[in-house]
């Protein structure tokens, strides 16, 4: 079992600035995915961005050129720079990741963290 738990959230003003962060269990290097959801009031959970073992990373059309996702491999982090915030951004973010176990593919969620952006 891989444990996720997210950090950074907050309230934040329309224009600004918020990093957070989910620090894994798990050695990173032994995670497949690693990537941040987010959940608006009345919508479904949605892709933000994503980065593999590789380093290739995924970004939600919405979010290119003001998010920017980074794994650090030393401290187990997934980590997600957000500039220019817009009040659209606000949701619950939350840490995915997954590996695979005997060629099962595992899926692990953080509980969430709360972004608010207000204008």
């Known amino acids: 079992q891989v444990q996720l738990v997210e950090s950074g959230g907050g309230l934040v003003q329309a224009g600004g600035s918020l990093g957070l962060s989910c620090a894994a269990s798990a050695r990173s290097s032994a995670l497949n995915v690693m990537a941040w959801y987010r959940q608006a009031p009345g919508k479904q959970r949605a892709l933000v961005a994503a980065?593999?073992?590789?380093?290739?990373?995924n970004y939600a059309d919405s979010v290119k050129g003001r998010f920017t996702i980074s794994r650090d491999y030393a401290k187990n982090t997934v980590d997600l720079q957000m500039n220019s915030l817009k009040p659209e951004d606000t949701a619950v973010y939350y840490c995915?990741?997954?590996?695979?176990?005997?060629?099962?593919?595992?899926?692990?969620w953080g509980r969430g963290t709360q972004v608010t952006v207000s204008s």
């Open positions: 980065v593999t073992s590789g380093g290739t990373t």
């Open positions: 995915y990741a997954d590996r695979f176990q005997a060629a099962t593919l595992k899926t692990y």
